[in-house]
């Protein structure tokens, strides 16, 4: 039989972040599902003070039982005011939305679509294990359509042709400044980034170059080629809410290049376009609709992993969002399924979505849950040895 926790086996809960990360995504989700059913944003902050209890037992497996969790929700809403929801109800609500999230986390190892998942949790309602209003709330949840995605993505710009042309000039030993200034030439935006080069998070120095010819003399034509083929991508994240989305690109696009030069499984140059293009569904998510992306900032606000928001708010993830920009842009294959697994490693025979996984591993990018099975997988896949990914770590200086 359960007893109270003590303080020492409650701190220890607390301590550990992977519970705090479960709390997190149990009351964001509860919260989600309370605004559907209209509770009063007083509840709600209840509702998530709760939430963060709900694990404070030592062994973190089993939440409370509903008789604890009345006790603890009547603790997180004093005063309790008239009209509140009864404790058993909260608690219900907890552990609907403790199964939603506990099923996410367990993606890695069986995969499923949301819509999937709310079956499993119709079915759990069915045979009385939970509340079929809150399971229906969750399904009912303002969520976008592939289809308003796919609007979004229609009016994102073309894809910027000199960025390909760069890389594939950075292939050619053959390749000299002539015609680098060809490409740049033939591209206004590249033509307005290009003296900005010498500014790039890429490169060190601090002397500007006051032409390409002294930036692929002093830098070296591929690496030039890197900076321009970064450059034209540069005005899609203008906003300053996605310039992190912008760094960590770079930042993947660097370390993706450094896996493949290592483990000469992928191209190198390749293995960078896939990084620096590696999350442009996150950029498509969040041209969303505001009644949409609102409800994404919150739940980022309170800790959950921007793949977690995505599923919960979209009911799919920015690797979908991304093949569809791959379609919109008409990019090779390879590159968009790249994209579309690089947090799925285990589910596509693409080298390239490895090399993007193990890269936004390195990079420390908190997008989705780390996945041992798929770090193993990947790692596996390139022949590297975990002392060896361990070696691999960013290459950028960032601001
Ligand atoms: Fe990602
Ligand atoms: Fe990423």
Excluded at 44 to 64: G, K, M, Y
Excluded at 147 to 160: D, R, T, W, Y
Excluded at 206 to 229: D, F, K, N, V, W
Excluded at 279 to 301: E, N, S
Aim: charged share 25%; glycine share 6%.
């Amino acid at each position: 039989m359960r007893t109270q926790p003590t303080p020492v086996e409650t701190k220890a809960v607390y301590d550990e972040p992977a519970i705090q990360a479960h709390c997190r995504r149990v009351g964001a989700t509860a919260v989600e599902v309370a605004r559907k059913l209209g509770w009063k944003g007083e509840q709600q902050r209840a509702l998530r003070a709760a939430a963060d209890s709900h694990h404070i037992f030592a062994n973190p497996v089993e939440p409370l039982p509903p008789r604890l969790m009345e006790h603890i929700w009547g603790f997180a809403a004093k005063p309790s005011a008239v009209g509140d929801p009864p404790g058993e109800e909260v608690a219900k609500l907890l552990e609907m939305s403790c199964f939603f999230v506990e099923r996410w986390e367990f993606l890695p190892y069986e995969a499923a679509r949301f819509e999937q998942m709310i079956e499993e949790l119709r079915f759990m309602a069915r045979d009385g294990f939970l509340e079929s209003a809150h399971v229906e709330g969750l399904a009912r949840v303002p969520r976008a359509s592939l289809e308003e995605v796919k609007a979004v993505v229609s009016k994102l710009p073309v894809f910027p042709a000199a960025a390909l042309k760069a890389m594939q000039l950075a292939r050619n030993p053959m390749a000299g400044a002539v015609q680098l200034e060809q490409i740049v030439g033939t591209d206004t935006v590249l033509a307005g980034e290009a003296p900005r080069m010498a500014n790039s998070p890429f490169d060190a120095s601090t002397t500007p170059y006051r032409s390409i010819r002294q930036a692929a003399a002093a830098m070296g034509i591929p690496e030039c080629c890197r900076i321009l083929s970064a450059a034209a991508f540069r005005p899609m994240f203008q906003s300053p809410l996605i310039r992190p989305l912008w760094r960590h690109s770079m930042e993947v696009a660097r370390i993706a290049e450094l896996l493949a030069r290592q483990t000469r499984k992928a191209e190198p140059e390749e293995a960078f376009l896939a990084g620096l293009i590696h999350d442009i569904g996150r950029l498509a998510l969040w041209k969303l609709p505001a009644r949409l992306t609102a409800h994404h900032t919150a739940l980022l606000d309170h800790g959950c992993e921007p793949m977690f928001a995505e599923v919960l708010l979209c009911g799919f993830d920015h690797c979908s969002a991304g093949r569809e920009v791959m379609r919109h842009w008409g990019l090779p294959d390879r590159l968009a399924e790249a994209v579309e697994y690089h947090h799925q490693p285990e589910q596509s025979d693409s080298v390239l979505a490895q090399v993007l996984y193990l890269a936004d591993h390195c990079s420390g990018s908190q997008e989705d849950l780390p996945s041992m099975a798929r770090l193993r997988h990947a790692r596996e896949r390139l022949g590297l040895t975990s002392e060896q990914l361990r070696a691999i770590s960013s290459p950028l200086p960032l601001s």
